[in-house]
């Protein structure tokens, strides 16, 4: 890395003057958080190929500003280590794929993820102050389509596909499922989109309650309420078990502060929000038929259909551990066509790990989970062992949100949409950024 400083250095010197001297430069900041903003928005409605062409105008920016603003620098922290060697698995995968163009369609956009995360690192480095600026845009997001799902619940909105087995339920049991803006309309990926999103309304919540801007928390409570409310009437299954992950993890967190003086009271909140969604599963027949559908095993047939797909892609797994069919939905759907039971196709294996698996191999998945274990350790320290309260809020709603996606990602496929993904890598360089080692001993 002193290599790469030291011919970043030689650049910056032999730039340092345009930089100086140029109005576009000194202001560029300000032009990368303005993209950052838009990725997010645009993610709302707009196709997979707009979004990812503004991540890379991010990314773009990002790289003039490294080489002509003199100080910058790079560097990696341990779970980066893993990231890196993850990526590098990746591009090994590629070269050794029987469908090259189809894994490097894939590959880009694994390239432009990995590149916008490290632009937000770099960007953050500089700007922490943004983060909640940054939270705050996902957060809106996030109550847009909380909004339109709601309104769209009162509309009861036809389903676009099969959604849903309607096979043994009554009229009154068959749930409306709302899908919001996010394009492809998909119930489920709005519900993944609300759990990697609403941590970031609960933590402002908390946030500006501590700075004492208590109508901004307000709003920002309420919003997170409006949306948790929506995820519910997304129907997706997956999402309850992240929304779970999402109340055990404020939980945890809120305990570090209130269970030593406000016990009772913490206690009543818990009692209250157990007894809310107790009594949400009684009365509203339609969610407590989705819900005890998870339960159902092969008797629902959107379970049996994971099973199947489950089955046939460790099979994939079996036959390619080293390195993988190569990254990519249409790469994997060109070779599921090889191992799947007649009638049940599918564009991925429904479960992230699983899918790392088949298209990276066994090196890429350790390297994954070695990531993500590194970062979620290192954040659950900084919780414990830092006295600023502001930061501590703000690493426990991205550790909550990560661990969520990933409980909600291990049984469905949405995770690899760049409206999640964008979300995604965005709180990973939050934490990167605000559990350096350099501000408590690690």
């Excluded at 909105?157 to 009154?172: A, F, H, R, Y």
Aim: with cysteine; hydrophobic share 50%.
């Amino acid at each position: 890395m002193m290599m790469f400083n030291s011919i970043l250095n030689f650049i910056q010197t032999k730039t340092e003057f345009l930089y100086e001297n140029s109005l576009f430069l000194q202001n560029i900041d300000k032009l990368i958080f303005l993209s950052i903003i838009f990725v997010f928005f645009t993610s709302t409605c707009m196709s997979s190929d707009v979004i990812g062409f503004i991540a890379l105008i991010t990314v773009f920016l990002t790289l003039i500003k490294i080489i002509t603003k003199p100080g910058q620098v790079l560097s990696i922290k341990s779970f980066e280590l893993w990231l890196l060697a993850y990526f590098m698995i990746v591009i090994i995968s590629l070269a050794g794929s029987t469908l090259f163009h189809l894994s490097l369609k894939g590959f880009f956009k694994t390239f432009t993820y990995m590149a916008f995360y490290f632009s937000m690192v770099q960007y953050l480095k500089d700007n922490k102050s943004k983060i909640p600026y940054i939270l705050g845009a996902i957060g809106l997001c996030v109550s847009f389509e909380a909004v339109i799902g709601f309104l769209q619940n009162f509309a009861h909105v036809e389903e676009i596909s099969t959604w849903q087995d309607v096979s043994s339920l009554n009229p009154e049991e068959v749930m409306t499922r709302v899908y919001g803006t996010l394009k492809p309309y998909n119930p489920n990926l709005l519900g993944g989109y609300f759990v990697a999103g609403i941590p970031s309304l609960y933590g402002l919540a908390a946030y500006y309650l501590v700075d004492k801007k208590y109508r901004v928390s307000l709003v920002c409570i309420l919003c997170a309420l409006v949306s948790t409310v929506t995820l519910f009437l997304t129907g997706c299954r997956g999402s309850y078990m992240g929304v779970m992950i999402i109340m055990l993890g404020i939980f945890s967190v809120s305990a570090k502060y209130l269970w030593k003086n406000y016990k009772h009271i913490y206690l009543s909140v818990v009692g209250c929000v157990v007894a809310f969604a107790t009594m949400a599963m009684l009365f509203v027949s339609a969610l407590r038929a989705r819900v005890l559908s998870i339960f159902a095993m092969r008797q629902d047939s959107s379970n049996s259909f994971r099973f199947n797909v489950y089955h046939s892609s460790i099979e994939m797994f079996k036959d390619n551990w080293l390195l993988g069919i190569g990254v990519g939905n249409q790469n994997f759907r060109e070779i599921y066509g090889l191992y799947m039971k007649t009638g049940f196709d599918a564009l991925s294996a429904y479960n992230i790990f699983l899918e790392i698996a088949v298209e990276s191999g066994i090196f890429a998945l350790i390297a994954f989970l070695g990531f993500l274990i590194t970062l979620i350790k290192n954040s659950v320290r900084f919780i414990l062992k830092s006295d600023d309260v502001k930061n501590v809020i703000l690493v426990s709603a991205c550790v909550i949100s990560i661990c969520a996606v990933c409980v909600h990602g291990m049984v469905d496929t949405v995770f690899f949409r760049p409206q999640i993904q964008f979300v995604f890598w965005t709180l990973v360089a939050v934490l990167s950024t605000l559990t350096d080692c350099k501000t408590i001993e690690c």
